[in-house]
């Protein structure tokens, strides 16, 4: 109540009049500014009724579910060469690819506690500390099914349209988007810098953001957890591509980036596999785009 009041004191001291917007600022009606304040801390006080939104006065986004917060990094609309002609057969060929759109990705891996406060519950058992359990690390064991459900309700608690990204929003922000440098990882060529592995993650998930973010300030797009992506699993081919979505139809979902788990060397950008609907695997979780 007190930072409620310490906010609305300041505007009155101002002496300006204002609009609420339930998106996480207020208007000064004068010359057209906007207040920011932290989403949902206020709920209905006089004229400032407002509800979850961003927070702030940037390209990125923050909401607040129930006290936990996530960042949403916004990637610029943009034109990639997608795949790798020195990876696996799948990732072949290479081939120009153009999104027309600009969108967000989360920061992070979603989380055990964002999950936590929209589900209300764990997935498939739950976590235990062999695979890592604590607030900021990833949520795993997460079948593509699971996404759908955590999906429907963040989006009712919210009023947006969170999903998961195509695999061609994937590899482009992993890459940097518009700021890549051509690293073979996301944000270094050095994969010990960005990526939790075979090598140093133990044999477990590790917190979130604990590396080096990417161009675009996305972490652990290289390892920690996969990250299912929605397209169905298909092959490429040589024609350039606009805004594509994956196979018309299959039987495995697509994910991608690199895990804890993985031991034979696939963390670089490109790399894809796929996984059935209905399983989920300790080193699998995902990521949210808008």
Known sequence: MRKHLSLICALSLAFVSVD?????????KKDGTKVYYPAGQVQSVGIYDVGEGPEQQTDDLTFTISGISFKMKKVKAGTFQMGSETGEDNEKPVHKVTLTKDYYMGETEVTQALWYVVMGETPNGGWSNTYGYGEH??????TYEDCQSFLT??????????????EAEWEFAARGGNNSKGYTYAGSNTLEDVAWYDKNSHGM????????????????????VFEWCEDWYGEYFFMPQTDPTGAASGSTRVYR????????????????????LGESHPSIGFRLAL
Request: glycine share 10%; hydrophobic share 30%.
């Open 257 to 276: 980036g690199g895990s804890w788990y993985e031991i034979i060397g696939d963390w670089r950008v490109s790399y894809r596999s796929y996984y059935y």
């Open 153 to 166: 309700k963040l989006n009712q608690r919210t009023g947006k349209t969170f999903r998961l990204p195509t």
């Open 20 to 28: 609420a917007v339930a998106q996480g600022y207020v208007i000064n």
């Open 137 to 142: 690390y990833p949520a795993y064991d997460i």
């Open 205 to 224: 998930t590790h917190p979130v953001a604990q590396k080096k973010a990417n161009e675009l300030g996305l972490y652990d797009m290289s390892g920690n």
